[in-house]
């Protein structure tokens, strides 16, 4: 894997142009796969490790969303948060970069094998360690401060109120960047993070087009609309209606959309079957599904 590695030196070309903006830029950024492309917007989207499903939902369908509109996500392959941001970027056929806090040549969290592979195809994964330094604990709040400053904006999705979530957000701040946090419940410990950050001047994210908006990233959101032009012809019958009408971010059982709609076990498997198969539901674990998509018809 070695002869794979690509070496940016801080004072030759190709170093990120961004980082250079840092006082403490690293010396040298490791990268398999490539560096983001600087013509092209980029958000980090971060957040907690332990996270909620909502939490994980919301990151991999902003990711998604946002990848459509022709945004980078940068983020730290992290399990969590993090891992459902680089999965919703891959899912929308974009491109997603991890920063490590050890060398490009490990695999950490090993939970995260399957991307760490396929964004060496679909975007790079990064560092400022040299090869073979393993994952320690302290190089992780390092190695926040190049999420944040590769990226012109920073979405935290859920945190607790110390988080290592809200140390990127910190840099940001002190980078220039633009912050943005996704509301949650009062009284939520996973949603404390995010509520502090907006009561200190977050913009709050409720959904993807305000990030779009803030960032005057929209002239890209006429992408999303020719990507989900097939979507917008969509009519749903009655039945698929009714149960897209009871889907949303949090995972619903079977059982309990058969309670809420009234509907035969064979017609609600139907509908969830066709719903799934035109992208306005995902089975998110077995005979658990959600919302995906925004209903255009």
Request: glycine fraction near 8%; aromatic fraction near 8%.
């Given at each position: ?10 004072t ?14 690293p ?38 969303v ?17 891992a ?30 399957n ?76 949603s404390?993070?995010?509520?502090r ?96 998509e925004?209903?255009?018809?």
């Amino acid at each position: 894997m070695s002869e794979n590695i690509k070496i940016y030196k801080k004072t030759e070309e190709g170093y990120p142009k961004t980082l250079l903006q840092l006082p403490d830029a690293p010396a040298r950024i490791y990268v398999l796969g490539e560096l983001p492309d600087p013509t092209r917007p980029a958000i980090a989207i971060v957040g907690a490790r332990n996270c909620s499903s909502y939490g994980k939902n919301m990151a991999y369908e902003y990711a998604r969303v946002l990848t459509k509109a022709g945004v980078q996500v940068i983020s730290g392959l992290a399990r969590g948060v993090d891992a459902a941001a680089h999965a919703g970027a891959l899912a929308a056929g974009g491109k997603t970069y991890g920063v490590m806090g050890c060398g490009v040549d490990f695999c950490y969290p090993t939970s995260s094998r399957n991307l760490y592979h396929t964004m060496q195809q679909q975007g790079g994964i990064l560092s400022e360690f040299s090869p073979g330094t393993p994952p320690l604990a302290y190089h992780f709040p390092l190695r926040n401060r190049i999420i944040s400053g590769l990226s012109q904006a920073v979405l935290v999705v859920e945190a607790k109120e110390k988080s290592g979530s809200l140390i990127t957000a910190d840099a940001a701040l002190e980078q220039g960047r633009t912050v943005f946090a996704l509301p949650g419940r009062a009284g939520d410990l996973l949603s404390e993070g995010c509520n502090r950050l907006i009561y200190q001047g977050a913009i709050p994210a409720w959904k993807p087009e305000i990030i779009l908006e803030e960032m005057k990233w929209t002239k890209n959101e006429e992408k999303i609309q020719e990507n989900f032009t097939e979507e917008k012809k969509i009519v749903l019958a009655r039945e698929d209606d009714l149960v897209y009408s009871c889907l949303d971010l949090n995972p619903k059982a079977v059982s309990q959309l058969q309670d809420e709609t009234g509907l035969s076990s064979g017609s609600l498997l139907k509908s969830l079957y066709y719903l799934t198969a035109k992208d306005l539901a995902r089975e998110v674990w077995q005979n658990y599904y959600i919302r995906t998509e925004k209903r255009w018809a």
